[in-house]
């Protein structure tokens, strides 16, 4: 009976819901002073954060989905198993996770920070439930407007607009129910309050929700995975942004050596998936030979920013290297044809251990191919760095490094290198989460010895 008392209790519609609303702007410790004379603060949180959610659910469907479908035929079915459920479940319940958490955390820094005021002002519980739903409720509100301008969910801007709106709530509001203390206490208090509750908040939100659901819905995976990382010795420096090196027709990648023109042309009859990849040989307008390295027999092909074309002078022979996904993983395919006589010498697959993985830059010495790029760990929502070294002659795989902060939300990538006297120098960019809200990107280069790798 108690249940069902709850339940109708929650669905009939409260009429003071409104100048709960309204005096949770004017006057805060009116309303948590005085719950009985408006709506109560479980329900009032209960109404606000389903709003919510409907305003979340609408615009991540109508405009993260429509994003997302432009490159799911480069993604890795595997990877969409793994991940569509929980960021279904994560973003459509947002408001209730920044309620739930939120409150929970602004009760803990509420009683530390007021514990000698906890027996004469309202109930902590009390204040958590309202405060945090009216936040939640006014910083989606505006974040779903921002959306309508910035066009993505994940932007820096939208995640901005929610951490403004609560914090400036949040302070205004505890400065009010603190009213009748002095200033400097008001406001070390206050501070106080906040980070503490910033700090559990953020805590719970980006390490225990994802370790709970993939605990539940996957838990044999991740009792048995091990996410590698390679620890090698190397020098680093902090250097300016990188500039994109891709040329402006991504479909033909070209090469020379000597007098000769070796081009790798992508087919692409919808201008975005690659049908076919024709190796062609020229010398000045004649063509020589050509070699299919490619030819699309299922909904995957290479993605066209990851041809990569390279010619060995010492051998007289290019490589092609491009990326492709398939049901299980993504890999890279590594292919090497004789420039005199277009005869295809080998054909290498390689597939890291790992939930995807890109390819940016290959370079080649006198024994040795390596290449480069990055590579994709989503139960850990971490990106590793990746540097492969192969036998040029033989194909054969020598070592495959995963490199990088295995840290929470931290993504490493290798986006280019050069080998040097008995060194490889890669071109590093890191994204993290600053302060557990905005991406940020750094850019540096590491030295790595080439018998490390």
């Keep these: 009976m108690i249940k069902k008392a709850i339940v109708q209790e929650a669905l009939d519609w409260d009429h003071r819901i409104i100048s709960t609303f309204l005096t949770l702007f004017s006057d805060p410790r009116k309303v948590v002073t005085n719950p009985e004379k408006f709506t109560k603060p479980w329900k009032y949180a209960t109404y606000v954060v389903s709003i919510s959610c409907v305003f979340t659910w609408f615009f991540i469907h109508s405009f993260v989905e429509a994003q997302d479908q432009e490159s799911f035929w480069l ?16 973003e459509n319940t947002q408001p209730l996770k920044r309620l739930v958490l939120g409150a929970a955390s ?24 309202y405060l945090m739903g009216h936040s939640v409720f006014i910083a989606f509100i505006l974040q779903t407007l921002g959306v ?18 609560h914090i400036l709530y949040l302070s205004y509001a505890i400065i009010r129910i603190l009213g009748k203390l002095a200033w400097t206490t008001i406001l070390w208090k206050g501070i106080g309050i906040f980070l503490v509750q910033y700090t559990l908040y953020n805590s719970a939100s980006t390490r225990l929700l994802p370790n ?30 990188h500039v994109d090196r891709k040329g402006s027709d991504e479909f033909r990648k070209v090469v020379v050596l000597d007098s000769l023109k070796i081009a790798a042309e992508c087919e692409h009859p919808d201008k975005r998936q690659i049908s076919k990849i024709t190796l062609r040989c020229f010398s000045k307008s004649k063509q020589h030979w050509s070699e299919v390295i490619f030819e699309k027999v299922n909904r995957y092909s ?28 993504a890999s890279i395919r590594i292919i090497s044809v004789d420039v005199d006589s277009g005869r295809q010498n080998i054909s290498t697959i390689l597939q890291p251990a790992s939930d995807d993985v890109h390819v940016t830059d290959a370079v080649l010495d006198s024994l040795f191919i390596y290449l480069c790029g990055s590579t994709q760990h989503k139960l850990d929502n971490i990106d590793l760095g990746m540097v492969t070294k192969m036998d040029k002659h033989t194909g054969r ?14 993504w490493t990538s290798f986006q280019g290198m050069k080998l040097s006297n008995r060194k ?3 071109i590093v960019k890191r994204n993290y989460k600053w302060m557990f809200l905005f991406n940020k990107t750094s ?3 590491w030295t790595v010895d080439r018998q490390a790798l």
């Excluded at 301008?149 to 951490?163: E, K, L, T």
């Excluded at 795989?397 to 931290?410: D, E, P, W």
Aim: charged share 15%.
């Design 75 to 90: 993604v890795p079915k595997r990877m969409l198993e793994l991940t569509g459920g929980y960021q279904s479940f994560y």
């Design 106 to 129: 602004l009760y803990v820094a509420l009683s530390i920070f007021l514990f000698y005021e906890r027996k004469q002002g309202p109930s902590f519980g009390t204040i958590s439930l």
């Design 148 to 165: 309508v301008f910035v066009g993505a969910w994940d932007s820096n801007v939208v995640v901005g607009i929610g951490a403004v709106t």
């Design 212 to 241: 709970v659901y993939y605990g539940i819905l996957h838990r044999g995976e991740m009792m048995f995975r091990m996410t590698p990382n390679d620890n090698i010795g190397h020098t680093e420096k902090i250097i300016p942004p």
């Design 302 to 329: 290479p993605d066209p920013h990851e041809v990569i074309l390279r010619v060995d002078s010492a051998t007289h022979t290019v490589f092609a290297f491009y990326r492709i996904a398939n049901d299980s993983n």
């Design 397 to 410: 795989i020598i070592a495959t490094r995963q490199l990088g902060s295995t840290s929470f939300a931290s």
């Design 424 to 426: 490889v120098e890669l």
């Design 443 to 445: 850019w540096s280069a």
